[in-house]
């Protein structure tokens, strides 16, 4: 392997960014400098529509380690952290946050613990949740409980802010699924984890892009991608109806006997409401695991990249405003 290969790959999602993308940058490079490795700081533009790739061109002049992508659209932060761990070249990788909510203080912390005592996942765990709105709070924790619940992973106060050593990405590059989890798929990885831990800093610029449906989707797609127990409670559910069905079919028939019939009208109201209600729960599980597979069997690209940029390739054709297209497997 060449001798200038960066030892660390930073990987740092971006959507709508722009106001704050300079500062955090610069000191996400100040403290991947302090670790005193080569580096490469991989920024994914997940889409974004306002100046991200503006700042990005600029910066790529200021900062000879960057390397920016493009993506062709907003594909969500998974899928653009898949983009960056990729492209990524380095032992170790670290995923952090645009916004400075991670703080990059805590990288050369995260890779002393990685080079020095060996670890291959160091994870960043927050401390307290920052300012969130009560229901995001509210939500977050519930998820985090039933998803305990449902994969036996406790992934509560975990985030995206990890490193990961070269070994540890290899595995994870092999993953298939187009949909990816990217805190629970790392626990499912194993290795040697160790946790360094962080408050959570207010937002630098620019707002959260979370919103409730985006939120509660990632929690439908981290439960279906671990766990089947929603499918099989279905089947319980099925076998307590048919048994309450027995109960009450056996009375319905003992007053039948007894020429004591007619006052059963309540009961059947009633159980068609509870049938109709569970049938209609568990066609939903089915149909949401359905729509897992189907999107998995088209087997679709995660990402599509509209184009990247290196310091290098931004000296080469500043006036053109956009870079020249690198082919994918050089970057
Ligand atoms: N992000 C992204 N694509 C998206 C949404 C977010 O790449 O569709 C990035 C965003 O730029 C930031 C990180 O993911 O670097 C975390 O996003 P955000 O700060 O909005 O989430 P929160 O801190 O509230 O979890
Ligand atoms: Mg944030």
């Known amino acids: ?13 971006a959507f709508q960014e722009a106001d704050g993308l300079a500062a955090s940058l610069r000191t996400i490079r100040e403290a991947a400098r302090s670790t005193e490795l080569s580096f490469q700081l991989i920024v994914v533009d997940d889409g974004s529509t306002d ?9 790529a002049g200021e900062i000879a380690e960057l390397i920016a992508i493009r993506l062709s659209r ?15 070249v380095g032992e170790a990788c670290i995923v952090i946050d645009a916004d400075l909510q ?10 002393q613990r990685w080079q020095s005592e060996g670890w291959d996942v160091v994870e960043a765990v927050k401390l307290s949740r920052g300012r969130e709105p009560k229901w995001q709070r509210w939500m977050t924790r519930g998820f985090y409980r039933s998803a305990a619940w449902l994969t036996g992973d406790n992934l509560q106060d975990a985030s995206d ?34 946790q360094v ?21 990632l929690a439908v797609r981290a439960v279906t991608s671990f766990s089947a127990l929603p499918l099989q409670m279905v089947s319980l559910l099925g076998v307590a109806t048919l048994l309450l069905a027995a109960v009450l079919g056996a009375q319905a028939i003992r007053l039948w006997v007894e020429g004591e019939a007619l006052p059963g009208f309540t009961t059947v109201i009633l159980l068609q ?23 998995e069997v088209k087997a679709r690209p995660r990402y599509i990249v509209r184009e990247a940029l290196t310091a290098r390739t931004a000296e080469r054709a500043p006036a053109l405003g956009r870079a020249a297209e690198i082919d994918e497997g050089r970057l």
């Open 74 to 88: 907003n594909f969500g932060k998974e899928a653009a952290i898949c983009a960056g761990l990729d492209r990524a």
């Open 161 to 194: 802010f990890k490193l990961l050593d070269r070994r540890v990405v290899d595995e994870w590059r092999r993953f298939g699924e187009r949909a990816t989890f990217f805190r629970g798929l790392v626990a499912w990885l194993g290795f040697r984890r160790t």
């Open 51 to 59: 100046g991200t790739w503006a700042a990005l061109q600029t910066l």
């Open 197 to 217: 831990f962080f408050e959570v800093a207010p937002r630098q610029a620019g707002r959260s892009r979370w919103s409730m449906g985006t939120l509660s989707a």
């Open 1 to 13: 392997m060449a001798g200038d290969m960066p030892r660390l790959s930073l990987i740092v999602p």
């Open 273 to 295: 409401l509870i049938i109709g209600g569970f049938l209609m729960v568990s066609l939903g599980i089915i149909g949401t695991y359905l729509a897992r597979i189907y999107d």
């Open 102 to 111: 991670h703080p990059p203080r805590l990288i050369p912390e995260m890779v």
